[in-house]
């Protein structure tokens, strides 16, 4: 038997009804936010995510799933959105009449990370951009609106961690003391960190080997570092959020997996997830428009973890399953053909109906309608025919009743409407 591919899995019905509840809920909320969706290829050119996310990334290094389509072209399934929606609105010039722009797209990404409980090779993301606002105001309404959505989720236990990148004009002191930092614990750093020591040096900081994490704790910290632009935004954006009542920390390490980030960059983290414990990432990208070719346009954006998500929602699944509201047991050719028709104008009619092609015994078609948790049972003998009705019974309270045949449709319609 063909097996599905390690680290991709397949959402079920019975999980899959949470996922269009999370997703609906999300869309809802993003589109009273402002946001609208925009839809995204799932393959895009190789350059455009090495360039974005950056060739000295985890991503970029290991982890695309990359191929030469048949003219030899190199392209990679998408390991994010970002760099796509940045794309997108660069190449149709969405920035022409207004700058100010919010996206949001929901879909699969690809990754070739070592799988475990909250990681897989493909997962979905929810991610929302905010395009042309400088301000740090619209960080805070991103970790807003991802906070409130939490809570709409009853995900349990989120904290935003925040800190800040810097900018193009005090990074780079920051990484010169960072490395002379780095040169002086060397000899106990991994054999990765060694290497992102020229490479990028920042990811040192959130390498999870307990000798690093050891070794870093004397490291410079980059708040110390920023220049007036950057420290002011930071200020900011804490001010904002304890105004609003949000928990959050602030978190030195949080250095994130792509190149792009400027200034403010965020998680929500959950107690609730294990080792995998941020539900969503994001920040501020202010150089990435114009670093694909657009005009110098500010950004910043987020993305959740939609597996994530689904894994630490408080609600239950099983409320969101839908059930059959009718079964018609219908014994005979006669009333089989008659049930037919019945349950096609029923559909039809925003009325989910169910019946027994094969003309089964009473028993066990009652025994089917009792499986698929059908609200009533309709049912249709020789004998009921033959007098112009059919017995109508409440599969909660057992209750029966004859119902004439004439005009049942919009009868069972006028009923069973949710
Ligand atoms: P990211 O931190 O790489 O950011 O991913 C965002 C979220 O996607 C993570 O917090 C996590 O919940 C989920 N995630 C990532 N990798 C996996 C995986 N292998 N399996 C399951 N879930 C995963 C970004 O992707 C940025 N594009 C976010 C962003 C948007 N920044 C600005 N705008």
């Not at 390490?253 to 400027?262: H, Q």
């Not at 009333?335 to 037919?340: G, L, M, N, P, T």
């Amino acid at each position: 038997m063909i097996q599905l591919i390690r680290g991709f899995k397949d959402i079920l019905p019975g999980e899959v009804e949470l996922w269009q509840h999370i997703e609906h809920r999300a869309a809802e909320l993003l589109e009273d936010y402002g946001f609208r969706e925009i839809r995204i290829p799932i393959m895009e050119r190789t350059e455009l995510f090495s360039r974005s996310i950056g060739d000295a990334t985890d991503i970029v290094e290991k982890e695309m799933y990359t191929f030469p389509d048949r003219k030899g072209e190199l392209i990679t399934l998408r390991p994010e959105a970002t760099a796509s929606v940045v794309r997108a609105y660069i190449q149709h010039k969405m920035h022409a009449a207004d700058p100010v722009r919010k996206f949001y797209t929901v879909g699969p990404m690809f990754r070739r990370e070592r799988p475990q409980k909250g990681r897989y090779r493909q997962f979905y993301q929810i991610n929302a951009e905010i395009f042309g606002v400088a301000s740090p105001l619209a960080d805070v309404q991103l970790i807003v609106l991802l906070d409130t959505l939490f809570e709409r989720l009853e995900v349990p236990d989120v904290r935003a961690h925040i800190n800040s990148l810097g900018c193009p004009d005090c990074r780079p002191r920051y990484r010169e003391a960072l490395v002379s930092y780095l040169r002086t614990v060397e000899d106990v750093l991994c054999a990765d960190c060694r290497r992102r020591m020229t490479t990028n040096p920042l990811r040192v900081l959130d390498c999870k080997v307990p000798d690093c994490r050891q070794a870093m704790t004397g490291a410079p910290i980059l708040a110390d570092y920023l220049c007036d632009a950057c420290r002011k935004d930071f200020e900011t954006v804490k001010k904002q959020l304890e105004k609003l009542g949000i928990n959050y920390e602030i978190d030195g390490r949080l250095v994130r997996g792509l190149d792009y980030y400027t200034r403010t960059t965020f998680e929500m983290q959950t107690g609730a997830l294990g080792a995998q414990s941020a539900v969503a990432g994001g920040g501020r990208y202010d150089g990435l428009v114009k670093m694909l070719g657009g005009p110098a346009i500010p950004a910043t954006g987020f993305a959740v973890g939609f597996d994530r998500l689904a894994e630490v929602c408080g609600l239950s699944a099983e409320r969101f399953v839908r059930k059959p509201a009718l079964f018609i047991a219908a014994l005979g050719a006669p009333s089989q053909e008659i049930a037919f028709e019945w349950i096609c104008r029923l559909g039809a009619a925003g009325i989910e109906a169910e019946m027994d092609f094969e003309d089964r015994s009473l028993k066990s078609q009652m025994k089917r309608a009792d499986r698929l948790g059908a609200d009533y049972v309709l049912m249709l003998g020789e004998q009921e025919l033959s007098r112009g009705v059919a017995l109508l019974r409440n599969m909660r309270t057992r209750d029966q009743e004859e119902i004439p045949i004439k005009a049942i449709v919009a009868g069972l319609i006028h009923r069973l409407q949710p």
